[in-house]
């Protein structure tokens, strides 16, 4: 339904508001409490109906309804003074009192839905089936010359690989004992996915030889039996526990990474109103990754939607978070508000999933905003504690370790990250919170070099090619250092040092180098 009063329109199949043509950028609960409120503006409605419907029997302090009634008051132009849309009534509750018009969009029919007759609608066949991605991992096949029986390598790789999966929380994955109980029926990977009904497996093989193990890996799209992703891992058998979990922990990294891009792509396609949580997550994380505010704003509007589809969807509501993290880091909007929604956005993951390593890499960006530096850390350690595997929480510390914190494990955190995920959307975050930390070691040669990688990288912003201009100055490549702030100025013809600093938080000797670099090329 769109309901539309004074110059605003929310729409409540998309999950967006917009006032004076533009979209506002409300967390899920702002958006709830004005859909309710238009919905039932004929009467007044008391606060503890609103904490019901908003907070499904969450015990929440009244302050938080409080802080919601101001919020959505904010977006829509209003105030606690005016009260042209939201009144309050005294000792009785809220009440909508603009005039607005509900207009019902053309019911859509879903005629590819699995299940959904053509008379279904598009909203009811969504709902009917909530998934998201499965997949098996069968045990790998032992090729050693002289191979070993179950519960060797090969099935240690497996019960590895299984158990990191299950560990990031973003998959359906389906159990060890279902999996090899079909291995020993000699069922092949590809009539076991088609058996347990998954969207993905992997399978491979392991040989030993010669003092080195040699795994093979690949990722099968069951649906179309389409090779998504294979490698070859060959390494040197001198501690076979520590070869095992370095190979174990990259497949896994790899894996979920191709599986994101795939649905990625796949939500893309898909008309907005038919998507269900999952897919509505994936096309946020699609728009997300482009890096520019209305991409950002999109990518908002999607999170949004997903979990208003599924409020217990931690991933989501962490991709909701990093949203209001770019408003605030690329200040496309207003600093302290961005800050205060990427919090509560974080919370609300946590909230939902406290075991999720996605909840807390998002309350680790959340607390860095806020500069509670020692605080981030803990969070995002407990991420990497949670899943191993998970890249961007190795990635997310070595950003903040490179700022103000130890440079050397921001160091080694960059390189693991990319070892994990070594075509990562955020790839030049990887590579520039490198380059930041060997700025704060002096190395200003080796900062330059990864710096101008980080700058190459697709979707690098301007604080990234920023970088590259400051280290490259302060290596004495001043021409080159030109070159990256006219590529800056291009494109945000008013930045400057201050912009840059705004968005990081250095400590006191890394602030002065690159204040340093600045100054060197007209930028400071």
Known sequence: MLLTFRDCELDTRLFTLRCQGQPRQVEPQVFDLLAYLLLHRHRIVSRQELLDALWAGKVVSESALSSCIKAARQAIGDSGTAQACIATIQRR???FVATATEHEPPTLLCQSAPGAGPDLPLDKARDAHPHRASIAVMPFADLSPVAGGR??????????VITRLAQLRS??????????ALHERDIGPQEAARLLDVDYVVSGTVRRHAQRLVVTAELVEVRTAHVVWADIFDRPLDDAFSVLDDIGSQIVAIA???IELAERNRALLRPPNTLDAWEAHHRGLWHMYRFNQADNERARQFFAMAVHLDPTFARAYAGLSFTHFQNAFQGWSERAAACDLAMATARQSLDADDRNPAAHWAMGRALWLRA?????????????????SFALGHYTLAFVQSQAGDPQAAIAASDHSRLLSPFD???FGMLGARAMALVRLGRFDEAADWAVKAAARPNAHAHIRAIAAYSLALAGALDLARTYATEIRQARPNYQADDFFAAFRFDPQ????FRQGAARIGMA
Do not use: K, N
Not at 171 to 180: M, N, S
């Open 372 to 388: 509670q530096q020692d605080s981030a850390v803990v969070e995002l350690e407990q991420a990497i504690h949670l899943s191993p």
């Open 510 to 513: 890394g602030a002065a180098l």
């Open 256 to 258: 979920a990474s191709e």
């Open 425 to 427: 959307p955020l790839l």
């Open 93 to 95: 509750g809220y009440r």
């Open 151 to 160: 519960g060797g390598t090969a099935d240690a790789l497996a019960h590895d």
């Open 171 to 180: 998959l359906f994955v389906i159990a060890q004992g279902t999996v090899f």
